[in-house]
């Protein structure tokens, strides 16, 4: 079935670092992928998609690129900021039978000091 | 924003009890969804909907039910809760276009303690 694989953390991090979480991806057919972030006390928000190869998403300064050859979606940031302490889930969905359904990753807290 | 609502946001009761959840949506979007989410298991999907009185099991769906007889509301029910069922519960919405499932949009969350 398909599943996701995302970097556990905690990821700490002071502002203006640069930020990477991984994310890999097992699925059949041609996924759709997905960055949500949850910040405390909320519900899970879309931050950006790509549904085909080489497709790249971004919003808010965040970025991830749709790599088929290497099944990742690694999302990045150039300079965090504190407000961007938050949960990140990677999640897909696939175009195959059940293509209503989303698998998440586990999630990856980030907290950003000042 | 979605037009999700959850009710309640908050819940205490004891074990054994019945506990309802609803949620509501006015999107008139066909796909809706509940999930619960736990420090280590990320967010698991319980049960799922894809349309007035058709719904599946997810990969937690013991021990709860749920039903959908219009297209805004989404009902979880436990029908005996345990303190296991303790978690905070999300509902999603979604639609399809052109074969291909459009992003989920959550509420903002049911916290549940079974005591």
């Known amino acids: 079935g398909d599943s996701v694989t995302q970097m556990e953390g905690p990821v700490t991090l002071s502002e203006e670092a640069f930020l990477t979480i991984n994310c890999t991806y097992t699925?059949?057919?041609?996924?759709?992928l997905f960055w949500y972030v949850q910040y405390p006390g909320e519900g899970l928000q879309l931050l950006l998609k790509?549904?085909?190869?080489?497709d790249k998403g971004s919003n808010k300064g965040f970025e991830a690129t749709y790599r088929k050859e290497t099944t990742s979606f690694h999302l990045e940031k150039g300079s965090v900021q504190v407000s961007d302490s938050a949960v990140y889930f990677c999640?897909?969905?696939?175009?195959?039978?059940?293509?209503?359904?989303?698998?998440f990753g586990k999630g990856t807290l980030l907290t950003v000091n000042p | 924003d979605a037009g999700i609502t959850q009710s309640p946001r908050h819940k205490v009761t004891e074990t054994g009890t019945p506990v309802t959840l609803r949620c509501h949506q006015t999107?008139?979007?066909?796909?809706m969804y509940w999930y619960r989410q736990d420090p280590g298991h990320g967010l698991r999907l319980i049960h799922y909907?894809?349309?007035?009185?058709?719904?599946d099991k997810g990969e937690v769906s013991d021990g709860y039910s749920v039903s959908r007889s219009k297209t805004e509301d989404f009902l979880l029910t436990l029908e005996s809760a345990t303190s296991s069922q303790t978690s905070v519960y999300f509902c999603?919405?979604?639609?399809?276009?052109?074969?291909?499932?459009?992003?989920?949009?959550f509420g903002d969350g049911t916290r549940l303690s079974i005591l």
């Open positions: 699925a059949t057919g041609y996924p759709s």
């Open positions: 909907s894809y349309g007035v009185k058709d719904t």
């Open positions: 790509a549904t085909k190869a080489d």
């Open positions: 999603a919405i979604s639609e399809s276009q052109q074969g291909r499932m459009q992003p989920q949009h």
């Open positions: 999107e008139n979007h066909r796909y």
């Open positions: 999640a897909l969905a696939n175009s195959g039978g059940s293509n209503y359904k989303l698998t």
